[in-house]
């Protein structure tokens, strides 16, 4: 209640004295005011020297006796003496003007691009690698990205053991027609090392100009020796679902990632597929790095009774959120067998994991899955950045982690070089003949 108003029988401010206060009102009200003007130039002030202070003098240090972790949400920053969990922020500032003052090529400095990198420090400090900044240009690819559309050499990367690694290359992309393989670990890009190179970093050396060529030296698990792959850029259109129906009754329905369009265009095949009612079905996720959640949840709608839980998000605190299915499904009565490999990532892992446990009549083939269950949220901060963010983690619908574990299959099956050159694939094999049994 406003003490300079008089209250009324019903505790509400007096109308009357709100338009005409008497003289005794003005006066204190004017008391006051001059009160709060100097309260706040005192503050204002005081903050003003404080910030002079620690800029320019500050000689207080990050306390690093500390061994335990200071969460962001807690720590104090302070300009003044050091003490247990306080950070002088005025370090940074210091750091910087030694940068701008001592550099040896300090005229050739971007301040933003100073700014940026220390944003990408800060998040990356944090070792996990699918928290990260997009500046403008990494915006402009990721967005492209979920689009289908871009220029480079189509392969999805990610960092295993702190190692740039190929999740998967896509279909018909010059990174699959090269024989660049999910898992293959990215020693060295254009001749720089990718030691101490972060995920993003990478993939900005690796994208380019349709008809440029960027060498890899890659590693294989198994071969004695790294090699060099030469791959030429183009500009990659992604497709995402290809669907084809074989002559023994069985329809092959092949999501090479979650993007933009793949809900669209997995409806439109799962339509053409109940139309011919095929005796079983193949899901092949093989070399599928995933993409965006929404999609997957979708899918998973069209091929599991309504109501069942898709995946579970679990967050910092162990709480638990169920993605469930929305309707429509139509294929959950035919058999299926889902095709995984270790290119099988983050959404494609939510997928298979939530059909095999929710259905009696799905069989998992392949390799054992990439092993990527985290939640990362896309927060914008500014017109054309954005922070990529892990949240929580994914659970599959009964509760098994996939972060860093991947799915297994239940009839492992690998491929082999020599497949590869030959044509073969053992994998689908495998799933047409359990299909093929009664």
Do not use: C
């Not at 996939?402 to 070089?417: H, L, R």
């Amino acid at each position: 209640m406003n003490e300079n108003i008089p209250p009324v029988s019903d505790g509400s401010p007096d109308p009357l004295h709100e338009r005409w206060p008497n003289p005794e009102f003005i006066e204190r009200k004017n008391r006051r005011l001059v009160r709060d003007v100097l309260v706040v130039f005192f503050i204002l002030a005081a903050l003003f020297v404080s910030y002079q202070f620690g800029v320019d003098h500050g000689k207080s240090q990050v306390n690093t006796a500390d061994s335990g972790i200071l969460s962001p949400g807690s720590v104090v920053f302070s300009n003044t003496a050091s003490q247990e969990k306080t950070i002088d922020f005025s370090l940074y500032w210091k750091v910087w003007n030694v940068l701008k003052d001592k550099y040896v090529d300090r005229g050739n400095l971007d301040a933003k691009k100073l700014f940026y990198g220390s944003i990408k420090g800060m998040l990356a400090a944090t070792g996990d690698p699918y928290t990260t900044f997009f500046d403008p240009e990494e915006q402009k690819s990721f967005n492209e990205d979920m689009s289908g559309k871009f220029e480079g050499i189509g392969a999805e990367m990610g960092m295993r053991d702190d190692i740039i690694t190929i999740i998967a290359p896509l279909d018909d992309a010059p990174a699959q027609k090269a024989g660049l393989r999910p898992n293959d670990r990215v020693l060295i890009i254009d001749g720089e090392s990718t030691t101490n190179l972060g995920l993003e970093a990478a993939v900005s050396k690796i994208r380019g100009q349709k008809g440029t060529e960027v060498k890899l030296t890659i590693y294989r698990e198994g071969e004695d020796e790294s090699r060099e792959v030469s791959v030429v850029r183009d500009v990659i259109n992604v497709k995402s679902v290809k669907t084809t129906f074989r002559d023994d009754g069985i329809a092959v329905i092949r999501v090479s990632r979650f993007g933009d369009s793949t809900e669209k265009e997995f409806r439109d095949a799962v339509a053409m597929t109940v139309k011919r009612s095929p005796k079983a079905v193949v899901l092949d996720l093989r070399s599928n790095p995933g993409g965006l959640l929404n999609a997957a949840v979708s899918m998973a709608s069209l091929m599991i009774p309504s109501g069942q839980t898709v995946v579970w998000e679990e967050n910092g605190k162990g709480d638990r959120k169920a993605e469930k299915t929305e309707g429509g499904d139509v294929l959950s009565d035919i058999r299926t067998v889902v095709l995984i490999d270790e290119g099988s990532a983050s959404a494609s892992e939510i997928l298979a994991g939530a059909l095999h446990e929710d259905r009696d009549n799905v069989t998992l083939v392949g390799k054992k899955s990439y092993g990527k269950g985290s939640v990362q949220e896309l927060i914008s901060v500014g017109s054309d950045m954005s922070v990529k963010v892990t949240v929580a983690r994914w659970l599959t619908p009964k509760g098994n982690q996939i972060n860093e574990k991947g799915i297994s299959p239940d009839a492992e099956v690998g491929i082999t070089i020599d497949d590869i050159k030959n044509a073969r694939d053992p994998q689908m094999d495998k799933a047409v003949e359990i299909l093929g049994k009664k």
